[in-house]
């Protein structure tokens, strides 16, 4: 299947797999682009060595096209410098508006900059600040999400207000009849996380991952609840013991009124090698090597979750999205339309 992003980006399949914070490593991203697609790292609240590190691993083990993605409240100037001064193919931004300065800087070294967006007003923006691509988050996606629609509406919406501008789906989407179906909204193609996160290579705890396998497409709620490290900023993740504890109210009590000191500790994170104490609220998702009670932990997911039937290399993850896009278009469109 060829699309305006398949042709720019020399993909062999129009998906990208989205770059998640603390799981999405430099082994997942280079499966998945060595496999035809494009692997996106996760490269929020990474220390600029460590980057470093892990971009050379990518271009160690593929020489296809790959992303870096950072929240901007999360990323220092240290970062982009970076970047362009390896000159990584793209950078996404999701969130926050990164500087003016960034793009700039980034657009300067040849690097393309996405932006990740969950309304219209938002893709217009983005255009504005000099996106060269747009990902339109719809409400059922896993992870920070602050949508305001779901994806079959906001998609084709968001492709109507900013064409030229090529557009990635993304939300609901863990197979290749969902590409097919992002493709026929308007987009070029597909933003993947939760069928990622599934995955041998993402860096997630297998239990985490082990859950993702067996729920259903109503498993997941968005809610405020993990809010002590980012205030204000609702996620989609499978319904857990303290998810449903809260579940109902807007959110937890106000963190400005909690006794930090007296909140227990729920478990240990790994970020990026650190052990780091797991307060309870805290939104760190359990890595492969976090300790702790997962059913107090953010284990982020989207409502595609209930799609997913089994955790699977990422190359063959990307192989079998390939072979889907192919059946759908020949069994489905292609009887439909003779």
């Known amino acids: ?37 494009m692997g996106v790292l996760g490269g929020t609240a990474m ?57 700039d800087e980034l657009h300067a070294a040849g690097t393309r900059v996405w932006m990740q967006v969950g309304s219209v007003d938002e893709a217009v923006d983005a255009v504005e600040m000099g996106a060269d691509l747009v990902i339109a988050q719809g409400i059922e996606a896993g992870g920070h999400n602050r949508s ?17 501008v090529p557009v990635l789906a993304a939300g609901g989407i863990a197979d290749g009849r969902g590409v097919v179906a992002a493709i026929a909204l308007g987009a070029d193609g597909a933003w993947i996380g939760t069928r990622f ?16 396998v067996d729920v259903g497409v109503d498993a997941t709620a968005r809610h405020w609840v993990f809010g002590l490290d980012f205030p204000d900023a609702p996620v989609r ?6 998810v449903v504890e809260h579940e109902g109210a807007d959110r937890p009590p106000p963190y400005e009124r909690l006794d930090l000191a007296s909140l227990p500790v729920i478990g240990n994170a790994d ?11 805290t939104g760190l998702p359990p890595t492969a090597r976090a300790t702790g009670d997962l059913e107090q932990m953010s284990l982020l997911a989207g409502e595609s979750a209930g799609l997913i039937g089994a955790v699977l290399p990422a190359r063959e993850i990307t192989s079998h999205l390939a072979q889907e896009i192919d059946a759908t278009l ?9």
């Open 197 to 212: 996160l599934a995955s041998a290579e993402a860096d997630a705890h297998r239990d985490y991952k082990a859950r993702l």
């Open 271 to 281: 970020v990026f090698g650190q052990t780091v104490p797991l307060v309870k609220y």
């Open 47 to 103: 220390p600029p060595a460590l980057l470093e590190q892990e971009i050379a691993a990518v271009r160690a083990s593929t020489d296809r096209c790959f992303g870096v993605n950072f929240i901007p409240r999360f990323c220092e100037s240290d970062h982009i410098a970076l970047s362009a001064s390896l000159r990584v193919p793209v950078v996404s931004f999701f969130w926050d508006n990164p500087d003016r300065a960034w793009v």
């Open 148 to 164: 305001t629609a779901g994806t079959f509406c906001l998609v084709p919406a968001v492709v109507d207000a900013i064409a030229p």
């Open 1 to 37: 299947m060829r699309t305006a992003f398949t042709e720019e980006y020399e993909l062999d399949l129009p998906v990208a797999s989205a770059g998640m914070a603390f799981v999405a490593r430099a082994e997942l991203v280079a499966a998945v682009s060595a496999a035809g697609g």
């Open 330 to 338: 020949r069994d489905r469109i292609g009887d439909s339309f003779g």
């Open 237 to 242: 993740g499978l319904r857990n013991r303290i």
